[in-house]
């Protein structure tokens, strides 16, 4: 998980030098800072008798025993484990801490267990918030004094005795109808417990092959705010399904028959459109897997009346999965009664093959790779570089990416940094290798006696049109049935090879990391080559799955490791440079400023028959965004308007219908609003803080380089193309 999700920290005392090199299995004392985590994981596990416990509880002393679970219960009793509370999150957002609420329960410890005089404690945490935030102003250092002295203010909970004989209160996985691998593995693997599997678990799986979809069976529970509809301010737009960065917020159409076995009290609305005549319309959240973010009621249009999407507590909205549950499980997708690839509404109503992601809560990246599941996951094979896209989309026992209801999803395999795009040129080779020999099966095929002249159509058809998509999907879905029934030995290796019969769309997705810097060599490797494959760059200006080291990408005066002292160096144009070869297809897009070229762009690349580079901006938690993640898709607005970013696209095909390849998305800019805009981001206020003087000065380079940028693309724009040129 990227941001947010869980950690478990060990920590070792003691008067001697420590060498052990193992993590603690037999603690004095354990803290759990998220009480969701009470029921997910066996906190207590190994703590020793006579030990201390320590909650960050939402609620006081008698609410929290209300709650406890009961393995939790029978452990302190058994053990006369000394329990004590503190609401840090509550501590946090009074401070003006958001959700950090570290220092708070650092300084908890520190009262709790006295292993030095807690004034002596307070001291050298104060000394050290100097030394770590002094930088960031005296408001940061003093929240952050206040959270210790705050920390102080833990509760002790006294334990009945008789909660040891809550006999058989053993921490327990939950047991339902889950896949057997769930069960066995992927369960165990996220309660912490993976270590205790046995390697025969693991029979059949040598290769390293996981199961898709197995995100959804984590239900992590972990927002502390959730979205609620209101059906009567909604006009079924559908922008919160296609902003959501988690998939978590979906529209359903019911038919009637879904209409009557749904929950009595799950509101609807009558489906606008007439291709859904009789049909209703429900958003519906998933309060589970949302994480919280409030980019959906952020983008919400809603009516007159306001908005149809309103930010709630969690708890009291726990019921609200079972409508979710009912949606999924109960009511059929209706996306073959719309061409979803036609406008952002449609695009909704497709379902998304990456869902519940361990991405950081709002990140910018994750509603292109969603969307792009939507429009072509069905057939997509995605090569993906190192970053955090390949940490939110692959981490064992975590996979995002699942399957529709016919069970095609993406394929998906992770390759290094410097190599990724390679890497998906070999998938695309080696497709192209084996249909290449389905091509020569299906030729001797048409010689054949025991192939149907049915069969030999299909065939033909298929060899004609082997790279048309929807073509050979029609196709795959004749021939398969046949092929399978006939016992001919071409049939039979046709058979074999079935998976081909469907045009694949090949993906290749990294970060700007990977595509400005490391990988740089290799995409334009690839792009000369002219595959058709197709390049998507998510690009938050910054290595951030590292922690935030400047990339070729990130522009002037922003401050990133590497560049402490702000970027000198103006940001390379990567989009520009591809344009070169007047051959690659190439888009600049940004989702919050412009959805439907979003759309368009990926569209569009993907239909390219050549290579396709989509650079797409995101905005991440690195950004330090005064508004913060859930106005991401607001940012991407103000970006552009600004003139910090720019939309376009390259099209090549264009070009030979004797148009103008080169098209701006992007309106005139605001440029007054520049200053504005960097001044509303922390990687570029922390700038100003420590340098004043050298900031105002890149900041204002910042600005002439974007303008500069803007300016070749307007004159790209407005060339006169195929005009010959005059020596
Ligand atoms: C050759 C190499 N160098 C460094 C790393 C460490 N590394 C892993 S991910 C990453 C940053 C990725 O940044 P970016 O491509 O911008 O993607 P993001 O995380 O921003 O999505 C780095 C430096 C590596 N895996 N391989
Ligand atoms: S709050 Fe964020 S994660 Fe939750 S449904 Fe809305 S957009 Fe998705
Ligand atoms: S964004 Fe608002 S108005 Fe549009 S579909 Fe979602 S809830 Fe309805
Ligand atoms: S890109 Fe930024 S917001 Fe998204 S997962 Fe990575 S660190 Fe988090």
Not at 672 to 678: A, P, R, T, W
Request: glycine share 8%; net charge neutral.
């Amino acid at each position: 998980k990227k941001s947010g999700g869980f950690t478990c920290s060990h920590l070792r005392f003691g008067d001697a030098p420590i060498r052990s090199t193992y993590l603690v299995n037999t603690p004095d004392f354990v803290a759990c800072h998220v009480a969701a985590y009470l029921r997910l994981y066996d906190v207590t596990r190994g703590l020793k008798k006579n030990g201390t416990f320590l909650l960050n509880s939402p609620w006081d002393a008698e609410e929290t025993k209300k709650h406890l679970p009961d393995n939790v219960k029978a452990y302190l009793a058994k053990n006369n484990i000394s329990f004590y509370i503190i609401n840090a999150t509550k501590i946090a957002h009074g401070i003006g801490l958001g959700n950090r609420t570290n220092t708070i329960l650092q300084s908890a410890f520190f009262k709790i267990t006295g292993v030095i005089p807690y004034d002596l404690a307070v001291e050298q945490m104060k000394k050290f918030i100097v030394k770590s935030y002094g930088k960031k102003g005296e408001k940061v250092v003093n929240m952050n004094y206040a959270a210790v002295d705050q920390g102080g203010e833990v509760v002790k909970v006294e334990v009945p005795a008789e909660w040891a004989s809550l006999e058989g209160a053993q921490f327990e996985l939950p047991k339902d109808d889950a896949p057997a691998f769930i069960q066995d593995v992927v369960r165990p693997i996220n309660a912490q417990i993976g270590d205790d599997l046995p390697v025969s678990v693991f029979k059949g799986r040598e290769d390293g092959t996981w199961d898709q979809g197995t995100a959804t069976f984590e239900k992590r529970g972990v927002a502390a705010l959730v979205p609620v509809w209101k059906p009567e301010n909604c006009i079924q737009c559908n922008q919160c399904a296609y902003v959501c960065p988690h998939a978590a917020i979906r529209p359903f159409v019911l038919d009637e028959a879904e209409q009557a076995g749904a929950p009595a009290d799950m509101a609807q609305l009558k489906a606008t459109g007439k291709q859904f005549a009789g049909m209703t319309f429900r958003m519906q959240v998933n309060v589970l897997d949302c994480l919280g973010c409030g980019n959906c009621p952020d983008i919400c249009p809603g009516n007159k009346n306001g908005k149809a999407l309103e930010m709630v507590p969690f708890l009291g909205q726990e019921e609200e999965q079972k409508n979710w549950d009912y949606c999924v499980e109960s009511v059929k997708s209706k996306q073959h009664l719309v061409d979803v690839k036609s406008n952002v509404k449609n695009s909704q109503f497709a379902t998304p093959l990456f869902e519940f992601s361990g991405a950081c809560s709002g990140c910018g990246e994750t509603p292109y790779v969603k969307l792009i599941s939507q429009l072509f996951g069905d057939r997509q094979m995605i090569a993906n570089a190192t970053g955090c896209t390949s940490i939110y989309s692959g981490s064992a026992p975590s996979t995002p990416y699942t399957k529709n209801e016919k069970g095609h999803g993406p394929a998906w395999a992770n390759s290094l940094f410097e190599d990724n795009a390679e890497f998906g040129l070999g998938m695309v080779v080696a497709v192209n290798k084996m249909r290449d020999r389905l091509a020569g099966l299906m030729e001797k095929g048409l010689a054949c006696d025991c192939c149907s002249e049915e069969m030999k159509a299909l065939f033909v058809e298929w060899l004609n049109n082997r790279e048309n998509a929807d073509a050979t999907v029609a196709i795959a879905e004749k021939l398969v049935p046949m092929v399978e029934a006939c016992t001919c030995d071409i049939c039979k290796d046709i058979n074999d090879m079935k998976q081909y019969i469907i045009k694949k769309s090949q993906w290749i997705i990294g970060g700007d990391g990977w595509a400005y810097d490391i990988g740089f060599g290799g995409l334009d490797h690839v792009i000369a080559s002219g595959a058709n494959v197709n390049i998507l760059v998510v690009d938050t200006e910054i290595y951030s799955n590292t922690g935030g080291q400047a990339s070729k990408s990130t522009p002037v005066g922003a401050v990133a490791k590497f560049a402490a002292a702000g970027k000198r160096i103006r940001k390379k144009d990567l989009g520009l440079i591809a344009t070169t070869y007047g051959y690659v297809y190439v888009a600049q897009i940004g989702m919050g400023a412009n959805q439907a070229q979003t759309l368009k762009a990926i569209r569009e690349a993907e239909a390219y028959d050549g290579p396709s580079l989509i650079i797409a901006y995101s905005p991440c938690i690195s950004h330090y965004m005064a508004s913060g993640m859930g106005k991401a898709q607001e940012e991407i607005s103000k970006a552009v308007e600004c003139g910090y970013w720019h939309l376009w696209r390259y099209n090549p095909a264009l070009e030979s219908e004797g148009q103008n390849p080169f098209q701006l998305d992007s309106k005139e800019p605001q440029w007054d609003k520049f200053q504005d805009f960097l001044k509303k981001e922390g990687r570029y206020t922390s700038l100003a803080k420590q340098f004043p003087e050298q900031a105002e000065e890149l900041f204002h380079a910042a600005q002439d380089n974007a303008q500069w940028r803007y300016n070749t693309y307007k004159r790209l724009a407005a060339a006169s193309w195929g005009a010959e040129v005059k020596e």
